[in-house]
């Protein structure tokens, strides 16, 4: 009876420690989200009064270089400078823009919405280009559960992920392939995008929704695109976030929390659609 007794002791001790390991797992991750919060909140309020301050003298040198680009006296050498000023000028306003949106993420009223016609928008919006580059895409979709967003916001984040996906693989030797996934995953609805390029290197993942942090090169990139979608994600209560998948690529992700928690699905049939949906 002793020996029980201690069995049982040791036993409860245990469930006792593994119950505290992950507390303090759960702790420790939660402690690492606000440091993050925390700080792109401080980013948002320093951006917010440099995206103003930076977009009224931006706006005058693009006004000046069209006033410019219309005098018939100049030469064709002084007319390709404007027009790469122009670029670089248009360029400059888009970062200010992905600024402003950073600093305040709603474009407009959240409403009832289904991801398949964010899926279905985003598809119809980089097919031609993902044709071009000679990747396939491919769609599945298992959930139909609505959630409660904006659909322009929504389809930025998708966009950031099928435009990062196609550039990692342009950026390797790869036969493209990329795929969108829609499921539901308990009381939320998860879309993912995975690519079967060469990944994220250990190094890198820490830092990929940081602010201004990109690994591709210069101009093609301003490093806001996942901090954005992070933003906007965090403001509807969802969760966003990497992982490797199994074709040793990337893959992408955000939940958000389903509109339509009780509505019965088990009859709904997976989707698989090619190219197209």
């Known amino acids: 009876q002793m020996a029980a007794k201690l069995r049982e002791a040791r036993d409860a001790l245990d469930r006792q420690m593994d119950q505290e390991r992950k507390m ?35 706006q005058g040198i693009l006004g000046t270089a069209e006033l410019l680009e219309q005098e018939t006296s100049l ?39 289904d991801l398949n016609d964010v899926i279905k928008e985003v598809v119809q919006l980089r097919q031609g280009d993902l044709d071009s580059a000679r990747v396939t895409l491919d769609v599945q979709v298992s959930s139909h559960r609505k959630v409660y967003a904006n659909f322009t916001e929504l389809e930025q984040v ?27 995953v308990g009381k939320k609805v998860r879309l993912e995008v995975h690519d079967n390029g060469p990944g994220v290197k250990k190094e890198d993942e820490a830092k990929l929704f940081q602010p201004f942090f990109t690994t591709k090169p210069v101009g093609k990139g301003t490093g806001l695109g996942l901090s954005v979608s992070y933003g906007i994600i965090d403001a509807y209560g969802g969760t966003i976030g990497f992982s490797k998948d199994d074709w040793g690529g990337a893959t992408f992700f955000f939940e958000l929390p389903a509109a339509e928690t009780d509505h019965d699905h088990a009859n709904d049939r997976p989707a698989v659609l090619h190219g197209s949906v």
Not at 49 to 57: D, L, M, Q, S, T
Not at 90 to 106: D, P, V
Not at 158 to 184: C, H, K, P, T, Y
């Open 24 to 58: 303090n797992e759960m702790l420790q991750s939660l402690q690492r989200q606000v440091v993050r919060q925390e700080r792109l909140a401080a980013v948002g309020l320093l951006v917010s009064g440099v995206a103003h301050e930076v977009n009224n003298p931006l």
């Open 158 to 184: 998708m966009l950031n992920f099928v435009i990062n996906a196609q550039q990692s693989i342009e950026g390797s030797r790869a036969v493209g392939r990329v795929l969108i996934r829609l499921l539901d």
């Open 75 to 113: 030469s064709k050498q002084a007319l390709e400078e404007i027009a790469f000023l122009k670029t670089q000028a248009g360029r400059a306003r888009e970062i200010i823009r992905n600024l402003s949106r950073f600093s305040s993420q709603q474009s407009g009223p959240p409403a009832l919405l």
